[in-house]
């Protein structure tokens, strides 16, 4: 089976965004979306991002339900759409798979927050999927963390949050991945955490060098190398994993081919 993770700044990279996920999705089983954007009245802003890019996908990838989960609402004034514009965590899964539970925890703020990334704004949570495939179940945890302060180091929020975060893991029984945009450097507090719970970093384990691109460090003025992380539980067998440089979005893509131990 194979899993794509990638924070799709809203759709932003417009025709690369939608073109890579037209090809990825040849051979893809699951998505793991973060920075979607849901609402009734489609606009496309100057940004490039979409606020209906949840529909958007679901009329690209045909042959895959979708979960979503609200997590915030997007600043009105970011907006003009005079709609309200939710920002979520989204699944798409092929239709031979079957859901037997969906569940989303926010680790900070509520869905009442208004979200405005640049003035430190936001709300977070991790949204969690349990399969049952015809290779036997498992979970799937989509997460996006907190994004500032921006140098992506710790902070007692971060230290809490991910807390709250192996709290949740812990509580799901079986073969489990997470995987999503943690806002994260690699040697912190925060990613051990994580750690600590028995999930394998697959970013460690496979020396993935960075996991953004030049979209991001030309936008921001600098060079960060990190923010998203892919973990497995140790009944997951990972045949390959790997990070390759598309410009797709401001993130690169992260794609897991495993499998489920018996």
Request: glycine letters at 6%; a positive charge; hydrophobic letters at 35%.
């Amino acid at each position: 089976m194979k899993l794509l993770s990638l924070n799709i700044e809203g759709g932003a990279s417009d025709e690369r965004f939608f073109k890579y996920v037209r090809t990825r999705a040849k051979t893809a089983d699951i998505f793991c979306f973060q920075e979607v954007f849901s609402s009734k009245k489609p606009v496309k802003v100057d940004s490039g991002q979409r606020t209906d890019v949840f529909g958007d996908l679901n009329k690209l990838l045909k042959g895959f339900e979708s979960l979503r989960l609200p997590v915030a609402v997007r600043a009105g004034e970011y907006f003009k759409t005079g709609s309200r514009v939710e920002l979520c965590l989204a699944i798409f899964y092929r239709k031979n798979f079957s859901v037997e539970k969906h569940f989303g925890k926010h680790v900070y703020g509520t869905i009442n927050s208004e979200v405005d990334f640049k003035n430190g704004k936001e709300a977070n949570a991790v949204q969690c999927v349990k399969f049952d495939s015809f290779k036997g179940s498992f979970w799937v945890a989509n997460f996006h963390g907190i994004s500032k302060p921006g140098n992506k180091l710790d902070t007692p929020v971060r230290i809490k949050q991910s807390k709250t975060l192996a709290a949740v893991l812990t509580k799901l029984e079986g073969p489990k991945i997470l995987c999503g945009d943690f806002n994260l450097m690699p040697n912190t507090k925060s990613i051990e955490i994580i750690e600590q719970t028995g999930m394998k970093n697959l970013i460690k384990l496979f020396k993935i060098k960075n996991t953004r691109n030049s979209i991001s460090w030309k936008r921001y003025h600098n060079r960060q190398s990190f923010a998203d992380f892919t973990f497995v539980s140790p009944d997951i067998k990972v045949k390959n994993f790997k990070v390759p440089y598309v410009l797709a979005s401001d993130h690169l893509p992260m794609i897991l081919d495993y499998k489920i131990e018996n």
